[in-house]
C-alpha cells in the first residue's frame, strides 16, 4: 500500500530555514506528481506545491514562492521541501501527498502523517 | 488564492442526510472537473473520499456521493453515522498547476 513519511520538522526562529523530506514507498513513486500541503495548528488545509514526476516543472502557492522550493530524488523515492525565510505564519504542520501520474493533474489522493514546524522566537 | 467557500459546520441525527457545499468561481470549480473531497479526523492525515467530483475511491462506503452545480461542488452524506463525525474539505485544481482547498466543514452528528 501507499506510504509516505515525512521528517525534517522542528523549531526554527524567524528568518531561519528548514528542510522538510518525503520518503514514499508502495507505488512507483518516478511516475508520479507529489503536493506538499500545510494545515496550521486549529485552521483549515492550505496547498504550498507541486513537483512533476520527473521534477522538470515545480509551483508554488502565492503564500511561499520565492522562499520555498520543492526537489525530488527518484532514486530515493524521496521530494524535499527547503522553506528559507521562515516566518511565524508558516508555523503548520506540513503534509505531502501524491498527485498524478505521468504529468496528468490529479488532486492528491493519499497522504503522509504530517511533520511540525513551529516557527518561533 | 482566497480559499474556496464552505459552511464552518454542519450537523445531523443518525440515519439522517446531510450536505455540504464548496463554493468557488469560475477559475476554479467552474472550470474543470477535479473537485475532491476529503476527510479528517483530529490529529489525523486527511482521507481521500471523493475524487474527480463524483468518483470513490476503493474502500469508501456508498453513503458518502458528489456532485457540481455550476461553481459549486457538494458532498451528501447519507444514513449519517457516529463516526462520519470530523473535519471535511473539498479542493479543486485552479489552472496552471495549482490547486486550492476549501476552509473546512466541522460534522457533528448528534
Known amino acids: 500500500q501507499v506510504q509516505l513519511v515525512e521528517s525534517g520538522g522542528g523549531v526554527v526562529q524567524p528568518g531561519g530555514s528548514l528542510r522538510l523530506s518525503c520518503a514514499a514507498s508502495g507505488f512507483i513513486f518516478s511516475n508520479h506528481g507529489m503536493h506538499w500541503v500545510r494545515q496550521a495548528p486549529g485552521r483549515g488545509l492550505e496547498w504550498v506545491t507541486y513537483i512533476h514526476y520527473d521534477g522538470s516543472s515545480k509551483y508554488y502557492a502565492e503564500s511561499v514562492q520565492g522562499r520555498f522550493s520543492i526537489s525530488r530524488d527518484n532514486s530515493k523515492n524521496t521530494i524535499y521541501l527547503q522553506m528559507n525565510s521562515l516566518r511565524t505564519d508558516d508555523t503548520a504542520m506540513y503534509f505531502c501527498?501524491?498527485?498524478?501520474?505521468?504529468?496528468?493533474?490529479?488532486?492528491?489522493?493519499?497522504w503522509g502523517q504530517g511533520n511540525l514546524v513551529t516557527v518561533a522566537p | 488564492q482566497s480559499a474556496l467557500t464552505q459552511p464552518a459546520s454542519v450537523s445531523g441525527s443518525p440515519g439522517q442526510s446531510i450536505t455540504i457545499s464548496c463554493t468557488g468561481t469560475s477559475s476554479n470549480i467552474g472550470s474543470y472537473n477535479l473537485v475532491s473531497w476529503y476527510q479528517q479526523h483530529p490529529g489525523k492525515a486527511p482521507k481521500l473520499f471523493i475524487y474527480?467530483?463524483?468518483k470513490r475511491p476503493s474502500g469508501v462506503s456508498n453513503r458518502f456521493s458528489g456532485s457540481k452545480s455550476g461553481n459549486t461542488a457538494s458532498l451528501t452524506i447519507s444514513g449519517l453515522q457516529a463516526e462520519d463525525e470530523a473535519d471535511y474539505y473539498c479542493?479543486?485544481?485552479?489552472?496552471?498547476?495549482?490547486?486550492?482547498f476549501g476552509g473546512g466543514t466541522m460534522l457533528t452528528v448528534l
Open positions: 479542493c479543486s485544481y485552479a489552472g496552471s498547476s495549482t490547486w486550492m
Open positions: 474527480e467530483g463524483n
Open positions: 501527498a501524491r498527485g498524478g501520474i505521468f504529468g496528468v493533474i490529479r488532486n492528491p489522493d493519499s
